[in-house]
């Protein structure tokens, strides 16, 4: 008893060791900043022209400046708004084109090109992809030429002067450049189910459907939370094409602002105060998110 | 359970570590730059680092300074001195980032690597003038004799609050009113300039030219922002007045005056420097004028492409309804450099030297900073210019140049005046009242300068 709890204590060892790059580089890179942001959040200081103003102790009131104006709760709604506009097509999307790559019945053809190509999006920066939608889709762009050409429109449309199409070019954008990955993510999840199960359901007489919402998807619910939970993280850290295809003014009227392009106005002035207030609470937001997700998926068990 | 629950916490930490790291980096608090220091100047650099925003100001050096070698795209050499183009482009700022964060090193920096000239805009020239990043020219050996003969708003712009010059340029801006010649002559039935003017003279005729022009299928202006700084040069108070907003009532005419123009569908609303907003630099774009100085229009209007107007000699010019200013770029000499007596040949050779400036004139149809030369080729018969359909231009600029007024020039300028479009755009665009535009206004412009209030 004793002996064989040695050894797997100097067994262990070795899983530590193997742990230490991981926990370092965590602690520089992660945990101290993460502190570092909370306590610069609780100064007045940022820059003035070429002038340093502060670093001077404020308390709570980077806080109660961004709560106080309401204009959080505006970006925060922007973000949830078109995160949802492209992650319900893309999981629908993704489901389909995952249900019939991995159906070995459908005998379809080619499919390994097609998984290449609808990952193919994801390749191209996310900066680059926005601007060529802002050249696509500007008023005398192409998208307009071709509307006017086949005489569906009179003049150009403003699609970028239009709070909805606006939204919804973003939420486009980041459907094309995600689904390829959450296709592949659901196929892989479809695959790793026992085919002795579908064999026994189609035995049992159930059609296609029923083994599709009776068998596949409750087997399928990790990966759908994994990739729930990757989404949201990465929907409420949406950027770079918003900012690129709005030019960072998050026009009309901000309501493609999203939160992350709000922190980086404050950047403008190196203003570490507010940006790290912001940043704090952006990190409680996806922490409840995140377990909110967590308890919906363990409660059905 | 609770393990559980850590782990959620730990995964939600990391996940957040990629907004958390950028806001954190301002546990690196830079140097206080309140410290006055005094001008550091040297003379045995082998380095020559130049910073600025586009090619403007390298390919004036290369054809007009004898001694510039061009050696590749982004170096050169003045006799045994290496010559380092740092060129930033200065969309979303990120020209000024990348001098302030140079010039905030400067100090430690290695001899080779220090900031040695960097360009200024007049829209943030005070920024850096006001500071001791720059040097006065009288350090480098320049007096106010070598620059007598230059415009004073071009030394007004560069001048900090003691009253020390710490800048010069070869150019002045003064703008007028570029107009499509073949539009003019269907519509207004002349394309001389003179007659032109009496539709453009003030915005009330101009506002009722952009009636006609719209009947007829063109466009008065490519967008609203066109005629923004006619209107924004011509204000009585700054942008900001004692730590607060203030939006002038010429700004608001503006406003007032070009939703007109855009409800009638006289203009557009595209950002200047856009692809929609360069359409009319060709006849199918169907534009009437632009505003600008002379840079905009041997500089930016495509006059080197085959089919644009410019190519053509389509433009012409009329002062318009009212006189303004755009843009000009001021060389200024940066504190710590090792290049002295270079920076002050290259000063004196590109700024005062009459026959270069000249030569500026007739090669690239700019507008020289230099009174004698100016006036001298104005009443001229020899000089004219091609872009502009054989007219001489310059009498023009001379009597603009003289009508600019910098008294209300702050440095929050260029900011305000990008926010301040960005927001009202919204009104224009009918997606906003104009309240909520000027909130949104306000809100940007606090998000900036968090310094400011309103």
């Known amino acids: ?301 | 359970m609770k393990r559980r629950l850590i782990s959620i916490l730990v995964t939600s930490v990391m996940a957040t570590s990629l907004i958390s790291a950028c806001g954190s980096a301002g546990s690196t608090t830079i140097g206080d730059e309140a410290t006055p220091r005094s001008a550091t100047i040297a003379d045995d650099g082998k380095v020559l680092n130049i910073y600025c925003w586009n090619e403007e100001f390298k390919s004036r050096i290369t054809d007009h300074y004898a001694d510039y070698e061009e050696v590749d795209a982004t170096h050169g050499k003045i006799g045994d001195v290496s010559v380092v183009w740092n060129i930033t482009p200065s969309d979303d700022n990120a020209y000024q980032n990348n001098l302030d964060a140079t010039l905030q090193k400067q100090s430690e920096a290695a001899a080779d690597d220090k900031v040695d000239i960097f360009l200024v805009e007049a829209d943030y020239a005070l920024k850096y003038v006001d500071t001791d990043y720059t040097v006065p020219v009288a350090d480098l050996g320049i007096t106010a004799g070598d620059v007598a003969d230059q415009y004073q708003y071009t030394k007004d712009v560069v001048t900090d609050s003691n009253g020390n010059l710490k800048g010069l340029s070869w150019q002045g801006t003064p703008g007028v009113l570029f107009y499509n010649r073949e539009a003019a002559r269907e519509v207004l039935g002349t394309d001389d300039p003179d007659e032109v003017q009496q539709y453009v003279k003030d915005w009330d005729t101009f506002n009722q030219t952009a009636e006609k022009m719209v009947d007829a299928g063109y466009h008065m202006t490519s967008s609203v922002m066109d005629s923004y700084r006619v209107y924004s040069n011509n204000v009585t108070s700054k942008w900001v007045e004692n730590g607060k907003i203030n939006i002038d009532d010429n700004i608001m005419r503006w406003v007032e005056d070009s939703k007109k123009l855009y409800d009638m569908g006289a203009t557009g609303t595209h950002a200047l420097w856009s692809a929609d907003w360069s359409t009319g630099f060709y006849p199918e774009g169907k534009v009437f004028c632009y505003f600008g100085p002379a840079w905009l229009i041997n500089f930016c209007m495509a006059a080197d492409t085959e089919g644009s107007i410019g190519y053509q000699g389509g433009w012409g010019a009329a002062t318009g309804p009212q006189g303004f200013f755009w843009g000009g770029t001021w060389i200024c000499a940066a504190n710590g450099t090792d290049n002295g007596s270079l920076i002050k040949d290259i000063m004196l050779t590109m700024t005062t030297d009459e026959s270069v400036l000249k030569d500026i004139v007739v090669k690239d149809d700019d507008f020289a900073n230099n009174k004698n030369v100016m006036n001298e080729m104005a009443s001229s018969s020899d000089y004219s210019s091609k872009i502009l359909g054989g007219q001489n231009p310059l009498g023009m600029y001379c009597a603009g140049v003289e009508s600019i007024d910098l008294s209300n020039l702050s440095s929050y300028d260029s900011g305000c005046n990008l926010d301040f479009q960005t927001a009202i755009t919204n009104y224009f665009e009918g997606n906003a009242t104009l309240d909520e535009a000027l909130d949104l206004f306000y809100q940007a412009c606090v998000e900036r300068y968090p310094e400011l209030s309103y």
């Open chain 1, 1 to 301: 008893m004793n002996i064989d709890n040695r050894k797997a204590v100097r067994y262990n060892r070795w899983g530590y060791i193997f742990l230490i790059p991981f926990v370092v580089t965590y602690l520089i890179f992660n945990l101290i900043p993460l502190f570092t942001t909370f306590y610069n959040s609780l100064f007045e200081n940022y820059m003035s022209g070429l002038t340093q103003i502060g670093p001077r102790f404020v308390g709570l009131a980077n806080y109660v400046t961004l709560l106080s104006g309401g204009e959080l709760l505006t970006y925060a709604a922007n973000t949830v708004i078109i995160w949802i506009m492209g992650f319900i097509p893309q999981i629908l999307i993704s489901l389909l084109l995952g249900a019939w790559f991995s159906d070995p019945s459908l005998r379809l053809k080619g499919t390994r090109f097609f998984k290449t190509v609808i990952y193919l999006p994801n390749l191209i920066m996310a900066s680059a992809f926005s601007m060529l939608f802002f050249t696509l889709f500007s008023d005398g762009g192409p998208v307009n030429g071709l509307l006017m050409d086949l005489q569906i429109l009179s003049g150009p449309y403003k699609f970028l002067s239009h709070v909805w199409s606006t939204r919804s070019l973003i939420a486009g954008m980041n459907l094309l450049m995600w689904f390829g990955n959450t296709t592949i993510l659901l196929m892989a999840g479809m695959l790793g189910i026992d085919p002795a199960l579908f064999e026994a359901a189609q035995v049992d007489g159930a059609k296609p459907r029923q083994i599709f919402f009776h068998v596949t998807l409750p087997l399928l619910r990790p990966i759908l939370v994994y990739t729930l939970i990757t989404s949201l993280i990465g929907g409420v850290q949406m950027f770079d094409v918003p900012q690129v295809l709005t030019n960072g003014s998050g026009n009309p009227v901000r309501s493609s602002m999203t939160l992350i392009m709000y922190l980086n106005k404050h950047l403008y002035n190196k203003n570490y105060g507010l940006g790290g207030a912001l940043s704090v609470i952006l990190f409680f937001c996806t922490a409840i998110l995140s377990m909110m997700v967590f308890k919906l998926s363990e409660s059905k068990e």
